[in-house]
């Protein structure tokens, strides 16, 4: 069944270093893929997408990487900064480009070390 | 602030109760969305509206649960005979479009319901 799942529930890295949060996703028909960041108490943030026809994506600070042979998309984050700390998920549209429906995952804690 | 406004943001009851959310989408954005999200859980799609015409409903959302959108603006979601398996984050978005490239899906602050 359809499933986007995160490899590491809590990822903890120094202030100042890079970060990255991995995601699988099971489903060969997505073509859209979403980073969100949530914060304690506050509703899911976007933060970068990426379709299928592309490998890699910057924003400021952020960079997504779409593997799809294996599968795979991973969110960088350079200089991590303690405003970074959050749960970060990954989705996707399981294919339907048309409806909007997200599938999440479950989501990864970045702790940031002063 | 993303513009989508939730009301109100916290919310007990008692088992039984009917409990009533709003939601105000970004203002030009005719597709809402309403998702649920429990402890440690991602968020999970239950029903989606493209101006006021429901278009899909998940088979989470039980014939307890109604969505309304009636002039295609704000948005209603009503759960009715709460139990305590309700208890849940209930989190509106909004996007301009199909909410696939080009166009973000954005989620408000969500809904604390606490059913007890």
């Known amino acids: 069944g359809e499933s986007v799942g995160l490899h590491l529930p809590t990822l903890s890295v120094q202030e100042g270093d890079n970060s990255i949060i991995n995601c699988a996703y099971s489903?060969?028909?997505?073509?859209?893929f979403i980073w969100y960041k949530q914060e304690s108490g506050k509703g899911p943030q976007f933060i970068i997408d990426?379709?299928?026809?592309?490998d890699k994506r910057q924003g400021q600070r952020v960079t997504v990487l779409l593997n799809k042979t294996v599968k795979h998309l991973s969110l960088q984050i350079a200089a991590t900064q303690p405003g970074d700390s959050a749960v970060y998920f990954c989705?996707?549209?399981?294919?339907?480009?048309?409806?909007?429906?997200?599938?999440f995952g479950q989501g990864t804690t970045l702790q940031v070390k002063p | 602030d993303t513009g989508v406004s939730q009301d109100p943001r916290h919310k007990i009851t008692k088992r039984g109760q009917n409990v009533t959310f709003r939601c105000d989408p970004i203002?030009?954005?005719?597709?809402l969305y309403w998702y649920r999200q429990t402890l440690g859980q991602g968020p999970e799609f239950l029903t989606y509206?493209?101006?006021?015409?429901?278009?899909?409903k998940s088979r989470l959302l039980s014939d307890r649960f109604s969505a309304e959108r009636p002039k295609g603006s704000f948005s209603t979601l009503e759960i009715q005979r709460t139990e305590q398996g309700d208890s849940a984050m209930y989190l509106c978005?909004?996007?301009?479009?199909?909410?696939?490239?080009?166009?973000?899906?954005?989620f408000g602050e969500g809904s604390w319901l606490t059913v007890v």
């Open positions: 978005a909004s996007s301009s479009g199909s909410g696939s490239w080009g166009n973000t899906i954005y």
């Open positions: 489903n060969s028909a997505s073509d859209y």
């Open positions: 990426i379709r299928s026809n592309m």
């Open positions: 989705a996707e549209n399981g294919g339907s480009s048309n409806t909007g429906k997200l599938i």
């Open positions: 203002s030009e954005h005719n597709r």
């Open positions: 509206f493209q101006n006021e015409a429901q278009l899909e």
